[in-house]
């Protein structure tokens, strides 16, 4: 019997997870777009700012996965908004993003070695980087992209 092809790496579904399991962390906030895909870089490249190992590979100029993963977001959100895992919340800076209690529950089923390596990685950057504004994000990232995978050149 032939095992249908079925990728699941840099997938919408992919990145929709990495984002449920940040929003896990900020369970009385909300975050934008912007904050999602700052904190998703970050969460996978925690050694780029001080932080523990990181999850990715060491590629060169990977600052650049910060936008080009903008895309896959998107619709990896749709996904989880499609499925209740998420809501859409308005506030006076546009529509922003929590998770449900749904998806806090689908969450209780992972237990894997990479499910909790991630929800670490995630944990910390929520710490590191959480109370930072988005304007003050978007400042820090700007001013490092450049430098992340910058060792390779």
Do not use: C
């Amino acid at each position: 019997m032939l095992k249908p092809n079925i990728r699941l790496f840099n997938t919408p579904l992919e990145v929709g997870f990495r984002a449920l399991v940040i929003l896990h962390q900020f369970p009385d906030q909300s975050l934008d777009l912007e904050q999602l895909m700052y904190f998703d870089y970050l969460s996978l490249n925690t050694n780029d700012v001080g932080g523990p190992a990181s999850l990715s590979a060491p590629i060169p100029n990977r600052g650049v996965q910060v936008y080009a993963r903008k895309d896959l977001l998107q619709k990896g959100l749709t996904i989880l908004l499609s499925k209740e895992l998420i809501e859409f919340v308005g506030n006076e800076r546009g529509f922003n993003y929590s998770i449900s209690s749904a998806g806090k529950k689908v969450l209780e089923l992972f237990s894997t070695k990479y499910f909790q390596e991630l929800d670490n990685r995630t944990a910390w950057v929520s710490e590191k980087f959480g109370k930072m504004s988005v304007s003050e994000l978007r400042l820090y990232m700007g001013e490092n992209i450049s430098h992340w995978g910058g060792e390779f050149l």
